[in-house]
């Protein structure tokens, strides 16, 4: 099965890069193939390190600045000696990974990793229609310059009402702070319906 979370690796000089990830888990989570993307920093740091740690998260909003690079500020996060690696604070689980056979072909890589060890910081909240809808949301953010725009602007819309309707002031900002960004990089309004906008102007509204 593929997770969506968060992955944590770390480059030549120690920097910390945090990025989505959905990994498929394998035999009772021993094991996880990564698919990065090439040109992306999570690829060069593993090539570097050949580890990382994954985290299982219901935080949408931490999701959804790492999906599109925000920094800073960093989310707040503490080495582990265990993990041998960076661990999210805000994270339910984590699994540390040893990378230990590369394949595929660009552009997206399959990693095989092998998970070293494991924690648990807090239970797993659970997400509803509308925390899927910005997890949606950000793979797009991710992807915004491999799809087609207006393949995107339609899914938006699409997902616009399921985040108003059934989220909170949490999921509006993340949801906002999502199509700000892709309409950013695109140079162009995304929502196309009407109704949408106006959820927009909700979203923006509540942040």
């Known amino acids: 099965m593929i997770v969506e979370g968060l992955l944590t690796t770390v480059d ?3 920097r910390v890069n945090v990025a989505p990830m959905g990994p498929v888990v394998r035999q009772n989570w021993a094991q996880m193939v990564l698919r990065p993307f090439e040109g992306s920093q999570t690829l060069a740091n593993l090539r570097g ?3 990382a740690v994954f985290h299982v998260v219901d935080d949408v909003e ?3 600045r790492c999906a599109i690079g925000c920094r800073e500020p960093p989310p707040p996060m503490h080495y582990s000696k265990e993990a041998r690696g960076w661990v999210l604070d805000q994270a339910c689980r984590w699994y540390a990974l040893q990378v230990e056979r590369w394949g595929g072909s660009p552009p997206r890589l399959e990693l095989q990793a092998r998970v070293t060890a494991s924690g648990h910081l807090r239970d797993f ?7 899927h809808a910005v997890l949606e949301a950000a793979i797009l953010a991710t992807r915004v310059h491999r799809l087609p725009a207006d393949q995107i602007a339609q899914t ?3 997902l616009a009402p399921l985040v108003y309707k059934t989220g909170d002031e949490a999921e509006h900002r993340a949801f906002a702070l999502l199509v700000e960004y892709m309409e950013r990089e695109l140079g162009r309004p995304l929502l196309q319906t009407d109704h949408a906008q106006r959820i927009l102007s909700g979203c923006r509204a509540r942040r």
């Open 12 to 14: 030549a000089e120690g």
């Open 49 to 51: 390190t050949s580890r």
């Open 62 to 64: 931490l999701l959804a």
């Open 125 to 131: 909240v659970g997400w509803n229609r509308a925390r």
């Open 156 to 158: 938006l819309d699409f």
